[in-house]
């Protein structure tokens, strides 16, 4: 059965996910920082390494939450972030962050569903998405999307957590993940479903090889996987054709 934040709802998983973020948006940032020892940042910034070399004038971070994965593409020179989360509770919190930090000229965030993209063809010249694709409903369609409003020759980078594959690290990862992490994420933010959910959709993620093959089948080419610290985070790089 598909991880969902609350097992109890008769809701449709999309649904659950933006009451969830909604419910934890004021704490989401300290507790991603917390919980991971701000090496998620380290993460974000590689990638964004990676997506420099392109170049890109249009970015479109997807389930961009409270705009991290867009704040840390602002590194990348004359360019255009477009943000879009189905959490309005995420977007708030990040609009006033970014307003923070000067960058309202650079970054936009608006309410948009993943699977539904309210973009014409071929508009944005990279899409990124960090930390989201787990929590989509329908994967295959979320990424559909963005292969279709990504111009052709586009570059897409998905940043996701992984599971680590080598003792000992396996074992500490494992206990930390399914015993601490749920207890500190629901003293904190007080929900009480959040961070469990969090392990269980980790470890139903089609993470690696797998996941390069459902990128292949929808249309992406060209799929590599980067394995972060020691794979408890993967970047994912694809490409859309030429036409
Ligand atoms: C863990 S947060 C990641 C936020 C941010 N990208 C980061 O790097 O910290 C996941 C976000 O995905 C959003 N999300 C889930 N399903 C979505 C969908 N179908 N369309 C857009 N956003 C979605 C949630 O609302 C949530 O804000």
């Known amino acids: 059965m598909a991880a969902l934040p609350n097992k109890k709802s008769v809701q449709p998983k999309k649904e659950q996910v933006e009451e969830m973020f909604d419910n ?25 390494r990676k997506l420099k070399k392109s170049q890109p004038k249009t970015i479109l971070d997807i389930a961009t939450g409270t705009g991290d994965f867009a704040i840390a593409a602002t590194k990348i020179k004359n360019t255009e972030i477009t943000g879009i989360d189905i ?27 993943s699977e539904n993209l309210p973009f014409e063809n071929d508009l944005f010249d990279a899409a990124i998405v960090g930390f989201g694709v787990r929590n989509f409903e329908n ?23 992984s599971k680590p594959q080598k003792t000992p690290f396996k074992q500490f990862y494992k206990f930390y993940f399914t015993k601490i992490l749920p207890l500190v994420g629901r003293m904190v933010s007080k929900d009480t479903n959040a961070y469990t959910y969090l392990p269980e959709s980790v470890n139903e ?17 060209e799929n590599r996987c980067f394995p972060q610290t020691f794979g408890i985070a993967s970047i994912y790089e694809a490409h859309k054709t030429k036409n």
């Open 139 to 161: 994967l295959e369609k979320g990424l559909t999307e963005i292969l279709r409003v990504l111009k052709p020759e586009g570059v897409f980078y998905v940043l996701e957590f």
């Open 205 to 221: 993620f089609p993470a690696g090889e797998r996941f390069l093959t459902i990128l292949a089948d929808v249309g992406f080419t």
């Open 87 to 113: 959490s309005e509770g995420m977007l708030d919190v990040g609009r006033k962050k970014i307003a923070r930090k000067g960058l309202t000229d650079i970054i936009k965030l608006q309410k948009a569903d």
């Open 24 to 48: 934890i948006s004021h704490r989401y940032d300290l507790l991603n920082h917390l919980l991971s020892a701000n090496i998620d940042k380290i993460w974000r910034r590689n990638a964004i």
